[in-house]
């Protein structure tokens, strides 16, 4: 029964400490820092955390013995984490992985063909601005990716390196699917089409002076896109 317990507790700690070392890491790194934790220290700290929780019920509950408990759990239930508006950060490739293309249905009319017209548009401006992101020097980069983490909400934060560590640490059984939904601000195109008028205000309401461009949505940085993971 003892045993049968500890079990229990380690598996309900697991998830409880996960959330806590993600919340303090958020709070307290910058992008780069939170990442070299997550592939280095966060895994080693997790174990600690738990075993030293475990040791108070058991002095038989060694960090060995924990990890074989936690390998033995219950996986009755799953669990959610998002990356929220922060997917385009793990590069497109593995921000799209597990995603299945959806096949088009045929051109029915006008409609459908201006539809078509504008996501061609679109898909254009965002592969020259991959194509731009890609020129960019690492430092630059970097430096892009630094200032959007600390615009992010700390809860954010959390959510993402939650996210990042349940799909890539190996400590979670990983749900076969990813979830994926459309950015809010673009509809999931990555981009929107903007009426630009002129300096003439006047003239733009009667349709004069003015042009329509083609901008990132600012939100998802062109992804078009927001990742979740199932995991327990």
Same mark, same amino acid.
């Given at each position: 029964?003892?045993?049968?317990?500890?079990?229990?507790?380690?598996?309900?700690?697991?998830?409880?400490?996960?959330?806590? $070392?993600?919340? !303090?890491?958020? %709070?307290?790194?910058?992008?780069?820092?939170?990442?070299?934790?997550?592939?280095?220290? %966060?895994?080693?700290?997790?174990?600690?955390?738990?075993?030293?929780? !475990?040791?108070?019920?058991?002095? /038989?509950?060694?960090?060995?013995?924990?990890?074989? %408990?936690?390998?033995?759990?219950?996986?009755?239930?799953?669990?959610?984490?998002?990356?929220?508006?922060?997917?385009?950060?793990?590069?497109?490739?593995?921000?799209?992985?597990?995603?299945?293309?959806? /096949?088009?249905?045929?051109?029915?009319?006008?409609?459908?063909?201006?539809?078509?017209? $504008?996501?061609?548009?679109?898909?254009?401006? $965002?592969?020259?601005?991959?194509?731009?992101?890609?020129?960019?020097? #690492?430092?630059?980069?970097?430096?892009?990716?630094?200032?959007?983490?600390?615009?992010?909400?700390? !809860?954010?934060?959390?959510?993402?390196?939650?996210?990042?560590?349940?799909?890539? #640490?190996?400590?979670?059984?990983?749900?076969?699917?990813?979830?994926?939904?459309?950015?809010?601000?673009?509809?999931?195109?990555?981009?929107? /089409?903007?009426?630009?008028?002129?300096?003439?205000?006047?003239?733009?309401?009667?349709?004069? #002076?003015?042009?329509?461009?083609?901008? /990132?949505?600012?939100?998802?940085?062109?992804?078009?896109?927001?990742?979740?993971?199932?995991?327990?």
């Amino acid at each position: 029964a003892r045993d049968r317990y500890i079990g229990e507790r380690v598996t309900q700690m697991w998830y409880t400490q996960a959330g806590r $070392l993600a919340t !303090a890491a958020a %709070m307290k790194m910058g992008y780069e820092e939170a990442r070299g934790y997550l592939d280095d220290r %966060m895994r080693d700290e997790l174990l600690a955390k738990v075993a030293k929780e !475990a040791a108070r019920i058991s002095k /038989e509950a060694t960090p060995d013995t924990v990890r074989q %408990m936690w390998a033995k759990r219950s996986k009755a239930h799953w669990y959610r984490a998002s990356y929220g508006y922060g997917t385009w950060m793990l590069g497109q490739d593995a921000a799209l992985k597990g995603q299945k293309a959806e /096949e088009k249905p045929p051109e029915q009319n006008t409609k459908d063909k201006a539809r078509a017209e $504008l996501e061609e548009k679109i898909k254009r401006y $965002l592969e020259n601005q991959e194509m731009a992101r890609k020129a960019k020097s #690492s430092a630059e980069q970097s430096d892009d990716l630094e200032a959007v983490w600390k615009e992010l909400p700390s !809860a954010s934060r959390a959510q993402w390196i939650l996210a990042y560590y349940a799909e890539n #640490s190996g400590d979670f059984e990983v749900g076969p699917k990813p979830i994926f939904s459309a950015c809010r601000e673009c509809g999931g195109q990555g981009a929107r /089409e903007l009426v630009v008028a002129g300096n003439n205000v006047a003239k733009a309401a009667t349709g004069q #002076s003015s042009s329509n461009a083609t901008i /990132e949505c600012p939100t998802c940085h062109g992804l078009g896109i927001i990742r979740r993971i199932l995991y327990r």
